[in-house]
């Protein structure tokens, strides 16, 4: 006799993923769903609404890494379960992190000796690293003024207003004034001098930007440091300098060796850098590092021994993944300086190549400098039609994410385009922006102006509010747009 099996109404492993009720019906957005589902069913869902996030390769606002090769991708895959911070059960891992920071230590010049160790720890990122840089000046600050019997009730930080949103995190977050030099049209850099005159008692550093996330460009670390030196022979004062090489860091000692902006400058006593961006590995890994112990105060090290062994341990956070650190490492073993300079050599090269590319349609101001980082930030010449926002909403269209933002203050009238360059950002992919941006001019050449369209409207039925004008305007161009997409697809 034949026996056959019988499957209930609930079991549809032998379904097609999408013909099972599962993918055929939503699930609740924002509550736990009551039952479960299986487990292709539940990949399938997810993957399906992913697949609508834009290419993190074309997301060319992003300084981010986006690539790596896939011996590394193993090597990350197959640390996933590690927590980083169980350094005695995961003594290698530890080890591996502190090689790390002591190659990281020489190649930004720390005044090491032979066989000593560097300080410094990994982080998340560049805002995890900048925190505690900023905790350390603040707390050896602190300690100084309450040696010499002065108030340490109002400590101040000075930078460019160019700086990027975690500085202004770590003044709010732990009560220090954030004095800002502003910026001016065709300067959009902390300009040394000004920063210098803005130091006072109360200032636990100056921070210097090596890459501007603006333009890229690199600040003047070695006229601050020879500036301040002096303001601090006249005052007395022992004001130093912490370096924000999160773009830079990588970039710099590869292909600007003769720069001086790190450790050989006597005031900068801490330096951050992001891993994730110029060091090659994806998100979720930062450095900082610090000129000698004498800079991190002790009592910001903090010892614990429940997790097997005396650890000493200076973060924000506690546990996180150990793949960032080891693919760190992977990057620093397996391309060397020379592979590091060939791929930052790339990349300035595809620099070059995108901003000849857009200066050839004679329509944009280039506002990027050719040494800093390797990106392009450029402006319209004439933006009184058609602005750099309308430029980045249709470059979407071709699958390119292309930021279009204003500068701070006092530059905020003038907007810009930026395209960040990586490693896995080519020549051939360069060319072809340029040719989509070429496209979207010619398309908005032949569109009316959003203002010409808000001055008609207005002149037709009155004053109006500037919300009801957006309404209008918005409701307008939508209309204009969807008729032209109509009449390109009628058949002839």
């Known amino acids: 006799m034949v026996l056959s099996n019988t499957f209930s109404d609930s079991d549809e492993s032998i379904h097609s993923t999408f013909a099972s009720r599962y993918v055929r019906t939503s699930l609740p957005r924002f509550k736990m769903p009551e039952n479960s589902i299986p487990k292709d069913a539940a990949y399938q869902i997810i993957n399906d609404e992913l697949m609508l996030d834009g290419n993190p390769r074309l997301n ?78 603040k707390r050896k600050w602190q300690n100084t003024r309450k040696a010499q019997g002065l108030p340490y009730d109002k400590p101040n ?39 210098v005159e803005m130091v006072d008692e109360n200032t636990i550093c100056v921070a210097a930007i090596l890459g501007s996330t603006l333009n890229g460009e690199f600040e003047d670390v070695k006229l601050l440091n020879d500036l301040l030196l002096e303001k601090n022979k006249q005052t007395g004062w022992d004001t130093p300098i912490h370096v924000d090489a999160a773009s830079g860091g990588f970039i710099a000692p590869f292909i600007y060796p003769e720069l001086e902006w790190d450790f050989r400058l006597p005031l900068v006593k801490s330096i951050n850098v992001s891993g994730h961006k110029y060091g090659l590995v994806y998100a979720g890994i930062g450095w900082v590092i610090w000129r000698s112990k004498e800079d991190l105060p002790e009592e910001l090290i903090f010892h614990i021994n429940y997790l097997g062994a005396d650890q000493p341990t200076f973060t924000l956070n506690f546990s996180k993944g150990s793949s960032q650190v080891i693919a760190q490492y ?30 050839k349609t004679g329509r944009f101001n280039i506002v990027s400098k050719d040494d800093g980082v390797p990106l392009v930030a450029f402006s319209l010449k004439d933006n009184k039609r058609h602005d750099e926002f309308e430029v980045a909403e249709m470059l979407r269209r071709f699958g390119w994410i292309v930021p279009a933002y204003t500068m701070p203050a006092d530059a905020q009238h003038v907007t810009v385009l930026r395209v960040v360059i990586r490693e896995d950002f080519s020549r051939t992919l360069a060319e072809r922006l340029v040719l989509d941006i070429t496209k979207v001019l010619h398309e908005l050449d032949s569109m009316p102006s959003k203002l010409l369209i808000a001055a008609q409207q207005n002149g037709k039925n009155g004053k109006k509010t500037e919300m009801e004008t957006q309404r209008e305007v918005a409701t307008y161009w939508k209309k204009f747009v969807s008729d032209i997409k109509t009449s390109r697809n009628k058949i002839c």
């Open 157 to 195: 930080i000075v930078t460019g207003a160019n700086v990027q949103v975690c500085w202004e995190k770590f003044a709010r977050y732990f009560e220090v004034e954030l004095k800002e030099v502003k910026l001016s049209e065709g300067y959009y850099v902390m300009d040394p001098v000004k920063a």
């Open 60 to 137: 060319l606002a992003s300084f981010v890494t986006t690539w790596m090769e896939p011996e590394c991708d193993k090597l990350m895959m197959a640390s996933i379960n590690k927590n980083y911070v169980d350094m005695d059960e995961y003594p290698v891992t530890t080890e591996l992190q502190n090689r790390c920071v002591n190659m990281i230590a020489h190649l930004f010049n720390a005044p090491l000796e032979d066989s000593e160790a560097a300080v410094g720890v990994g982080t998340v990122g560049s805002s995890e690293a900048i925190m505690l840089a900023g905790l350390a000046f």
């Open 330 to 359: 992977y990057q620093l073993i397996r391309l060397g300086f020379e592979g590091y300079r060939n791929v930052m050599e790339n990349c300035h090269e595809n620099a070059m190549v995108l901003k000849q590319g857009l200066e």
